[in-house]
C-alpha cells in the first residue's frame, strides 16, 4: 500500500484546525473591541505643568487604540466610544547605585485615568505603567530620557488598560 504524505498533511492540517476554532478561542483585542467599538474620539487632558508628556501620551494613546484595538480614530460626533485620558505627574526613583553610591537606573512610574463614555455607559479606569532605565553615574535625568521613560511607561499602562477592557468584554 502506497503512503500518501499530501493526504495525511491535509487530514492533521483540518484536524488541528477544528481543535482550534471549537475551542472557542478569540484574541483579547475581540473582547476590548465589543467594549469600545469601531469608532473612537480619545481626548487628554493638557497638564498645564507638564504639556510636553501630554503630546507624547496623545501620541500613544492614538496609535494603541489602531494597533491593538483594530480601530479608527474620529471625531466625537460619530464615535462609538470616547476616551477622556489624565495623565498625573510621572515620578522617578532610584532603583540601582553603583559602587561608589551614585544612582545608575531609575524606575519612572506614571498613571493614566481614564474615563470611557460610550452610548449610556461611563465608567473609569486606572492604569499604570512603570519603565527602568539606566544613566550615567552622578548624571541629571536629560529631556530624552525622561521624555522615552514617559512614552514607554504610558504605553505599558495603556497595554494594562486594555487587559482591563477585555477583561470586561469577555463577561460579556
Known amino acids: 500500500m502506497k503512503k500518501h504524505p499530501h493526504f495525511l498533511k491535509l487530514v492533521t492540517f483540518i ?6 476554532s471549537g475551542c472557542g478561542y478569540k484574541p483579547s483585542s475581540k473582547y476590548a473591541r465589543s467594549v469600545i467599538g469601531s ?3 480619545t481626548h487628554v487632558v493638557i497638564s498645564a505643568l507638564d504639556p510636553q508628556n501630554t503630546v507624547l501620551i496623545k501620541d500613544a494613546v492614538d496609535s494603541a487604540i489602531v ?4 480601530a479608527s480614530l474620529t471625531d466625537k460626533s460619530h464615535a462609538d466610544t470616547t476616551l ?3 495623565l498625573t505627574p510621572p515620578s522617578y526613583s532610584p532603583i ?5 553610591g551614585y544612582i545608575i537606573a531609575y524606575r519612572a512610574k506614571i498613571v493614566l ?3 470611557r463614555e460610550s452610548k449610556n455607559i461611563k465608567k473609569t479606569y486606572t492604569a499604570r505603567g512603570t519603565y527602568d532605565f539606566s544613566v550615567v553615574p552622578n548624571a541629571v535625568i536629560t529631556d530624552q530620557e525622561r521624555f522615552d521613560a514617559i512614552k514607554f511607561s504610558a504605553i505599558k499602562a495603556i497595554a494594562s488598560f486594555v487587559a482591563q477592557v477585555s477583561a470586561e468584554g469577555s463577561q460579556l
Open 15 to 20: 484536524v488541528s484546525l477544528l481543535l482550534v
Open 39 to 41: 469608532k473612537i474620539h
Open 67 to 70: 494597533e491593538i484595538f483594530h
Open 84 to 86: 477622556n485620558f489624565s
Open 96 to 100: 540601582q547605585y553603583n559602587a561608589q
Open 113 to 115: 485615568k481614564i474615563a
